[in-house]
């Protein structure tokens, strides 16, 4: 995760650090084991923010 903010010992899910995925301002969720990518997810062990019961626990802020 270096190349994205420059450090290495950071919290994120392997692809995107937390400090570079957060916005100041805005409503921000992360979510414990859920991974950015879907590439090697199987949606039970490694799910992913698109796997269908994790976005049971982010969808409703879009609809509200």
């Known amino acids: 995760m270096t190349g994205v903010c ?4 950071v919290w994120g899910d392997g692809v995107v650090p937390e400090v ?14 859920v991974y950015h990518s879907p590439v090697g997810s199987d ?7 698109g796997s ?10 879009l609809l509200a």
């Open 6 to 9: 420059g450090q290495a010992d």
């Open 20 to 33: 570079s995925a957060h916005l100041e301002g805005a409503l921000n969720i992360s979510l414990d084991g």
């Open 52 to 61: 269908p019961a994790v976005v049971e626990q982010w969808i409703h802020h």
């Open 43 to 49: 949606d039970v062990s490694t799910p992913w923010y």
